[in-house]
């Protein structure tokens, strides 16, 4: 008799223990996907904002690289001005850091965050994001080349057009790569997967 | 210094929930104006208030009242996580995976 009460007792407390751990999992799984749920958040406010992003890079770039057009044409004083034209590309210049202050301003003002020179840190981490932002850095370099070289080689207003597009276009491209990192990266999952309520839903069928 | 693969210990004042949340928002975003931070959790003034104040003691977030725009007359309160904060949470988030693997 004093066996089985024993017995009893002990199946009892290992009852106990092994519903307070699986309670202890819920409470955890369930902590971890209210992370992964604010994260999505975070990702469709950067899905929402794309567009005008994309808008705000391919203007200030395409701005640039009017500029880096100019420079030959400041340098060589084709346009016959009565003063410095080294001017324009200094206002045109200061104009795009403006602008792209204002944007990153504007961007963090709206988010109710501080201004942030890097994405949110689980794109950080994602391979797929260091990847385009590799890749926005190489292409960087096509634009100002273009546009110097055109630049040197003609002085056709068509020409500027064509160059401050290919800027634009470009970074415009690469900025909508990275966007969609970013939110792949946000959206991401990072829940594991739970061992432990695999295994007691196994114990479970044995009541059965 | 937080670092990739944190040491897992579990911390009480981090795991509620709204808590945890306001943790992870800070961890993933950095500096968050306070009424922004209310709307994403969708939780009351006080309710936030109380929470960051329970974080602020323990030093896990710093309290910023700031100006408002053009030099009005009201403050707004960014709020960040300290390093000693960013270095609980991510152990707890650590815990936390431990627990759900089973280990």
Redesign the interface.
Known sequence: MANMQKAQQSQQLHSDSHTGNQQQTVDALSALQALDTDRAKIASGYAARRTSNIVWVAIVFGLLTFTYWLIPQAWLNRFNLPWNPIWIVAALLVMSLLLLIAAIMLNSRRQGIAPQWQAPKPAMRSRRYKIAIAVHFFVNFIPPILALAVGFATTAWWSAVAVALVGAVINGAMEAWELDEIVRALQQRTTPESSALGSSAEVHHDIG | MTS?NPQPVFNEVI?A?IR??IC??L???????F???RD??EISDATCSKHLKTLAEHDYIQLDKKTGDGGKAYKVT?V?LTREGKQAFQSH?AA??Q????Q
């Open positions: 990739d795991h929930p945890l949340r992870g928002l961890d993933t975003y950095g500096t968050m104006r009424d922004v931070l994403t959790l960014w960040k988030v936390l995976r627990i759900v693997a089973g």
